[in-house]
């Protein structure tokens, strides 16, 4: 059985949520020291299933995490508003996905395919996976403490 409880940390950042045996467990918050939130789910005392971290430098991502890094489908959006819809793996833009520039527009032809990093790699339609990011962002978002 889970409890709630709030550790500060030495170096300055702070939990708010559930523990188990010790360890960051369930639902919670977590502020780091540089100005960054992190709320969603936690398991082992790492970021796990759907959640949302906010950066200091107004940069977002919402959806989907395994073992403290992005991975599946999710949404980052930059802090100058450009965004990615699509999926991740460890961390990183790592398959399908649609790149929307802060014009709204994206591009001509069209910023959609498989992405590594920052790269497209092969342009093709992405539909499925955007929409499977746009619904993991918005399970990301209703986690509430």
Known sequence: MAAQGVHKYPDGEEYKG??????????????LADGSRYTGHFEQGLCQGPGVIEFADGSKYAGEFAQG?????????????????????????SGLGLLTFTDGTSGLPRNEGRFEGSRLLER???????????????????VHL
Do not use: C, H, P
């Not at 991975?71 to 802090?79: A, K, L, M, V």
């Open 124 to 142: 093709k339609r992405a539909t499925e996976a955007v929409r499977q990011a746009k619904q993991a962002a918005q399970q990301a978002r209703s």
């Open 18 to 31: 559930e523990w188990m045996e010790g360890k960051r467990q369930g639902k919670g918050q977590l502020s």
């Open 69 to 93: 890094k992005f991975n599946g489908y999710g949404i980052f959006t930059r802090s100058d508003g450009m965004m990615y819809e699509g999926e991740f793996r460890d961390g990183k833009v």
